[in-house]
């Protein structure tokens, strides 16, 4: 089951991310390796869903040694949120709102929330991302966990001697 799922996430992923150094596959999740950046990262596609979508979202947890960032998060939506909503994540009893950037993208707040949002990662089973569309429907995205926090971990130690 493993090889079809790192299959499609290849195959979603932009071009340019297909050079980077795969660091493994963990149930949906995939870690990886950019040295040229340098970056490392742990990404996943949402769960399927019947309702309409503008992209293929996706959400990743980054680390950027040069940078000193660790553990950014970051989300891709299904569609394209429009002006002025609240989008709003869930996880393990959490309920945090996100800030939007572009038209289907969403980060956490701040540091503090990254960190909220990673530390909530490795104690869930799913995360879903509530946000309203253009057309003024809501929508959600959901993320199975399992692997995700052996993804965040390789991709952390894929970036150790990055610097």
């Given amino acids: 089951m493993i090889r079809p799922l790192a299959c499609l996430l290849i195959a979603l992923l932009p071009a340019p991310l297909l050079a980077r ?3 493994g ?3 949906t999740w995939g870690a990886f390796r950019d040295p040229t950046v340098p970056r490392c990262y742990a990404i996943a596609i949402a769960e399927p869903s019947t309702q309409r979508r503008d992209f293929q979202p996706y959400m990743d947890v980054g680390t950027w040694p040069r940078r000193n960032l660790r553990g950014v998060v970051h989300f891709r939506l299904s569609r394209k949120v429009a002006p002025g909503t609240r989008i709003v994540l869930q996880a393990g009893g959490q309920r945090l709102e996100l800030k939007g950037g572009g038209e289907s993208d969403a980060w956490a707040a701040d540091r503090r929330m990254d960190a909220a949002i990673v530390a909530a990662m490795r104690s869930a089973t799913e995360l879903t ?3 309203r569309g253009t057309d003024g429907r ?9 692997g995700a926090a052996t993804a965040m971990d390789a991709a952390a130690i894929g970036c150790a001697r990055l610097r």
Avoid at 138 to 146: E, P, R, Y
């Fill in 21 to 23: 150094d795969s660091l």
């Fill in 25 to 27: 596959m963990f149930a």
């Fill in 129 to 131: 991302v509530f946000a």
């Fill in 138 to 146: 809501g929508f959600s995205n959901t993320w199975k966990l399992v």
